[in-house]
Structure formats: structure tokens, C-alpha cells
């Protein structure tokens, strides 16, 4: 049974810092991994998207890495700013399954 | 190409009334997946379908709780005599192929709250 988890829960930077945000899965047997981008009070915008056969994924200051033998996923924002201030969500299906499994999230916080 | 779209956006029920959640895939797309996200929980998958199909619905409560998605029109998701309980933002998503390795797109939510 897949299991998501991401550390830290809550993060807060001063603006311009480089930040990695962790997603660790419990089943290696992943098809992909998917990180979305949760602002308060709205729906899901997908950020990246790693198939398993890819170790990283850019998308401007984003880049996200899967490793699928340690069973972990880290997602790199470059120089942030206050507009990323959101909650990031991990998430992946299971082997021959279509559900995703969400991790809890990591609320982040950029403040000028 | 307009993505998932649901409606409404916003819905109010007392308790022991019905509510309907409609979500329209996106173009092409014929796998609609539906999950609820409980206050200050994460996100959990609730049932999965196609086209007069449901694959999985594993996560779906056993009672009260019930969806389609009908050959023609959106999917729904049907929750019978609604308790406080049931208040959460139900999001669809739906993807081109069901087998795991494509992408989910979601739609903006259904806030639904039970006074």
C-alpha cells in the first residue's frame, strides 16, 4: 500500500532564498509522481510531472527529482518569491493502480 | 482546450438533503477520478470511472455516497442525506488514460458545506 509523506510541514523564508521541499514513498513500483501547487480556498495546478523512467523534471525555477530505489521525490524552487507562497503537494499512483496517493503537503510561507 | 470544469462551485445543504456535484472532463479525456479534501486533511481518492464504468471506488463511503459518469453529460457524484460530516472540497480530475503512467488534471473544486 503506497504511503506519501513530505517534510517539512510548514516552511517560511525571507524572498530570494533556494528552497527543496521532500516527498518520500513507501512503493517503489511507481508509475509517475506529480507535484501540485495548492493555493487557500482553491484547486490543485500541477507543477511537474516525473515519469518513472525520468530523474528530473524542469519547469523555470522549478525542477523536481524522482529516485525511485530510495523512494523519494525533491522539488527545487529557485530564488523564491512572495507569489509561491502556497501549499505543495506531492503525489503518485500506485503500481497497477490509477488513484493517486496525496502526501500531506508542505505549507510555504516567502515573505519580502 | 478548457480544462475540468465543476460545478457549482459553492454548495450549501442542511443536513438530510441531497447534494449533486457535476464535473465535465477535460477534452478527450474519458477517465474522471473524484477525491474530497476534509478540513485540515490531505487528499483522499474516492472512486474512479469511465465512461458507464466504475474501475474503482474503493474509496468511497459505503453508504449515502454513490457516482456516475453516463455515456453522455458530466459525472456526478451523488451524496444522499448529507451530516455535518460530508463538508469538504470535492475535486475531480481527469486524465487521458487510466493506466497510472498520465497526468491527472483537476478541476477548481466543490466546497460543499452542511449546516
Known amino acids: 500500500k503506497q504511503e506519501v509523506t513530505q517534510i517539512p510541514a510548514a516552511l517560511s523564508v525571507p524572498e530570494g532564498e533556494n528552497l527543496v521541499l521532500n516527498c518520500s514513498f513507501t512503493d517503489s513500483a511507481i508509475y509517475n509522481l506529480q507535484w501540485f501547487r495548492q493555493d487557500p480556498g482553491k484547486g490543485l495546478t500541477s507543477l511537474l510531472l516525473?515519469?518513472?523512467?525520468?530523474r528530473e523534471q524542469t519547469s523555470g525555477r522549478l525542477n523536481a527529482s524522482l529516485d525511485k530505489s530510495s523512494g523519494r521525490s525533491t522539488l527545487y524552487i529557485a530564488a523564491s518569491q512572495p507569489g509561491d507562497s502556497a501549499t505543495y503537494l506531492c503525489a503518485g499512483p500506485s503500481y497497477n493502480t490509477d488513484k493517486l496517493i496525496f502526501g500531506t503537503g508542505t505549507r510555504l510561507q516567502v515573505f519580502p | 482546450n478548457a480544462g475540468v470544469m465543476q460545478n457549482p462551485r459553492h454548495l450549501v445543504r442542511r443536513r438530510g438533503q441531497e447534494a449533486r456535484l457535476r464535473c465535465s472532463p477535460m477534452k478527450g479525456h474519458s477517465h474522471v477520478y473524484w477525491y474530497r479534501q476534509l478540513p485540515e486533511e490531505g487528499l483522499k481518492f474516492m472512486v474512479y470511472l469511465q465512461k458507464e464504468n466504475i474501475i474503482d471506488e474503493s474509496g468511497m463511503p459505503k453508504e449515502r455516497f454513490s457516482a456516475e459518469f453516463p455515456k453522455e453529460g458530466p459525472s456526478i457524484l451523488r451524496i444522499q442525506q448529507v451530516v455535518r460530516g460530508d463538508s469538504a472540497a470535492y475535486f475531480c480530475?481527469?486524465?487521458?488514460?487510466?493506466?497510472?503512467?498520465?497526468?491527472?488534471?483537476f478541476g477548481p473544486g466543490t466546497r460543499l458545506t452542511v449546516t
Open positions: 516525473i515519469q518513472s523512467s525520468q
Open positions: 480530475a481527469s486524465s487521458f488514460y487510466g493506466t497510472g503512467s498520465y497526468e491527472q488534471y
